[in-house]
C-alpha cells in the first residue's frame, strides 16, 4: 500500500471536520477548484511552490490540522523545503564604473557646506547634554530556551516491571492502536520497512509484533489511543495534531 499524500490527508480531515468543498473555500477565500485539486494532489493551479505550500497550511489550520507540521510532511513528500536564494546572486548588475572628469572647485557650494556644518555643529553643543537613558527602554532579553519543531521524532520508552498479555518477549516491541475517529497512521520498523500506511477507521484497532523497534506517524493525534507492551498510553497528541512517536522494546536484549 503507498503512503497517503497530503491530498487525501487533508480530504480525510475536511470530512471528519464535516465540512463541504464549498464551506472550506468560503472560511478560506481559497477557490474551490483549488481546494478540489489539492485533495487530489494537483498543485498545478496554485502558481508555484511558495503558494502550495501557503495553501496547504491553511487548509490544514481551518479543517483542524498542525499546519506547520503538515507544510513539513509535504517538503518530505516533494524533494525538501525550497533551497533560500542569495540576494547578491539574484541582483548583479553588469554596469561598468565610470571616474568622473575633474572639474573646477564650486566656491559658492563649499562655503554653503561650511556654514551647514557651523550650524550643526552648534545645535549638537546645545543639545549634547540630554539624557540619553531612553536609548535602553523597550529593549527586552531573548530567552535561551530552543524551541522546538513540532515535527521532531519523540522517543519513548514504555515502562513496565511485570509482563503483561500484550507484551513481547525481551526484544519484541508490541504496539496496539485503536481509532476514536478516522485518522491517517504510518507504520515502519527499524529497518523503514513499511507494516501499514492509511487511514484508520473509527472504531477500529491495529496491533504490531516487531523485533527491535517501531516507528509511527499519527496524522491526528488526539483520535487515537495507543497501547505499547501491555501499558496503556492514551492519547499521543493534542485533536488534530500531527506526532512521530518511536517505540523500543521493554528492557534490553539478553545476551
Known amino acids: 500500500m503507498e ?8 480530504a480525510a480531515a475536511r470530512r471528519s ?35 502550495e505550500r501557503g495553501h496547504v497550511k491553511v ?16 517538503d518530505e513528500q516533494h524533494g525538501g523545503a525550497p533551497v533560500p536564494v542569495r540576494a547578491a546572486a ?33 545645535v549638537v553643543r546645545v543639545m549634547g547634554g540630554a539624557t540619553e537613558q531612553g536609548r535602553s527602554i523597550g529593549v527586552q532579553p531573548m530567552s535561551a530556551s530552543p524551541s522546538v519543531p513540532p515535527n ?28 476514536e475517529r478516522p485518522s491517517f497512521l504510518n507504520v515502519r520498523d527499524s529497518s523503514g520497512r513499511r507494516l501499514f500506511s492509511g487511514t484508520l477507521e473509527a472504531g477500529k484497532s491495529s496491533t504490531w ?16 489511543a495507543l497501547q505499547v507492551n501491555g501499558q496503556d498510553l492514551g492519547h499521543p497528541g493534542q485533536s488534530g495534531e500531527i506526532v512521530r512517536r518511536s517505540f523500543g522494546p521493554p528492557t534490553a536484549p539478553r545476551r
Open 59 to 74: 487548509l490544514a489550520r481551518a479543517v483542524g490540522l498542525d499546519p506547520d507540521a503538515l507544510v513539513h510532511l509535504y
Open 209 to 224: 509484533r516487531v523485533a527491535s523497534r517501531v516507528s509511527l506517524l499519527i496524522g491526528d493525534a488526539g483520535a487515537v
Open 90 to 122: 539574484v541582483f548583479q548588475t553588469d554596469r561598468k564604473l565610470r571616474i568622473r572628469e575633474r572639474r573646477a572647485p564650486n566656491w559658492s557650494m563649499a562655503l554653503g557646506v561650511a556654514l551647514a556644518i557651523v550650524v550643526v555643529f552648534g
Open 17 to 51: 471536520a464535516g465540512l463541504t468543498i464549498a464551506q472550506l473555500s468560503a472560511t478560506t477565500r481559497i477557490r474551490e477548484a483549488i481546494i478540489y485539486a489539492i485533495e487530489r494532489d494537483d498543485y498545478a493551479q496554485c502558481g508555484g511552490d511558495f503558494y
Open 3 to 10: 503512503e497517503q499524500s497530503i491530498g487525501a490527508i487533508l
Open 152 to 179: 521532531s521524532p519523540i522517543t519513548e520508552e514504555p515502562r513496565g516491571s511485570a509482563l503483561s498479555a500484550g507484551r513481547g518477549s525481551d526484544n519484541e516491541v508490541v504496539v496496539s492502536v485503536k481509532a
